[in-house]
């Protein structure tokens, strides 16, 4: 699977919009972008993935470029709630079989009053 | 519907001991996986399960055994235990394919301590 890279932290006022980047060069075609964020020592919890269209949904939004070499996850008002840290992975999904998701460290966002 | 159980959620072996920690998912998922995350670390995977019968190594696989008896549950043993296995562990599971997004289900965790 293709390697990702994300910053290591970032901070986000409360109420305005958080973009988490993520640069993914070596996906591939059949790879989506999957996003997960893990609140304190909880479980790992999906938001969202995307192969090469925008999408969006209740939690958040997901930006890929044309080139699909990097994406952009955007929580639109963040809230304190969404501290935590979020990993971007890309992952091969076909009906043969999935490759199993490979985490790197991440990116912790603060959410600050 | 219970979703992924791991069992037990804490537990403090001395070193040398063995033990075995069970995962197991009640929505019929054909994958499992089991990963382990150290503190400031993302997770890491150590084994995983495409199918009943079946098992795969992951990054990290050296001093853990797996089975995989039944569909439903997903077993990490530890057969010697050593200080570097502590670790709060995380089992997964999903369906195959495109079934749910591929998305990963996460149980609450299992935190070892060995001394």
């Known amino acids: 699977d293709a390697k990702t890279t994300q910053p290591p932290s970032m901070d986000c006022a409360e109420g305005r919009a958080a973009n988490l980047p993520c640069n993914h060069s070596t996906i591939s075609g059949n790879e989506y972008v999957y996003w997960y964020r893990q609140i304190h020592s909880q479980g790992p919890q999906y938001i969202i993935h995307g192969l090469k269209n925008n999408e969006t949904n209740e939690m958040a939004s997901l930006i890929i470029t044309e080139d699909r070499k990097s994406s952009t996850l955007i929580l639109p008002h963040a809230t304190l709630r969404d501290t935590a840290v979020y990993y971007c992975i890309v992952r091969g999904i076909r009906n043969s079989g999935n490759t199993p998701l490979v985490f790197g460290k991440g990116t912790r966002l603060s959410v600050i009053a | 519907n219970a979703g992924v159980t791991q069992t037990p959620k804490f537990r403090v072996l001395k070193t040398g001991q063995s033990m075995t920690l069970l995962c197991a998912q009640d929505?019929?998922?054909?994958?499992m996986y089991w990963y382990r995350q150290d503190p400031g670390m993302g997770l890491r995977l150590i084994h995983y399960s495409v199918g009943e019968g079946t098992t795969a190594k992951g990054e990290v696989p050296d001093g853990y055994n797996v089975s995989r008896l039944k569909k439903q549950n997903f077993l990490l043993g530890l057969e010697s235990a050593a200080p570097s296995q502590t670790s709060v562990y995380f089992c997964a599971s999903n369906p195959r394919g495109f079934q749910g997004n591929g998305e990963l289900f996460f149980g609450e965790g299992s935190r070892l301590t060995v001394l």
């Open positions: 929505m019929n998922h054909e994958y």
